[in-house]
Nanobody
Framework: QVQLVESGGGLVQAGGSLRLSCAAS????????MGWYRQAPGKQRELVAA???????NYADSVKGRFTISGDNAKNTVYLQMNSLKPEDTAVYYC???????????????WGQGTQVTVSS
């Protein structure tokens, strides 16, 4: 089991910045990838950015050049630095951890409770 606790959401004006944090606890040794997803009202949840244990990153096209995902393995924490925020970035942001049990290959997904990000125009 992995527990994820997010922080850092809030209200910001367009063009501003926010940093989200996601602290993992529990079976953190089984985590292979951590990422941030978001879900706006009436829309499907979508991947924003992800980072593997080895440090490889992946971004949605809509946030490339504005958002940066980073990780601190010692603290089991992932960060999402969001700059040049736009009203369309408004959503609930969820932290995600993908885990794998090496011996069995069993994979699982864990989610945080979500944090609201609101960007005013």
């Amino acid at each position: 089991q992995v527990q994820l606790v997010e922080s850092g959401g809030g209200l910001v004006q367009a063009g501003g910045s926010l940093r989200l944090s996601c602290a993992a606890s529990g079976s953190v040794f089984s985590i292979k990838t951590m990422g941030w997803y978001r879900q706006a009202p009436g829309k499907q949840r979508e991947l924003v950015a992800a980072i593997t244990r080895g440090g490889s990153t992946n971004y949605a096209d809509s946030v490339k050049g504005r958002f940066t995902i980073s990780g601190d393995n010692a603290k089991n924490t992932v960060y999402l630095q969001m700059n040049s925020l736009k009203p369309e970035d408004t959503a609930v942001y969820y932290c995600n951890a993908e885990t794998i049990v090496v011996l069995t290959g069993y994979e699982n997904d864990y989610w945080g409770q979500g944090t609201q990000v609101t960007v005013s125009s």
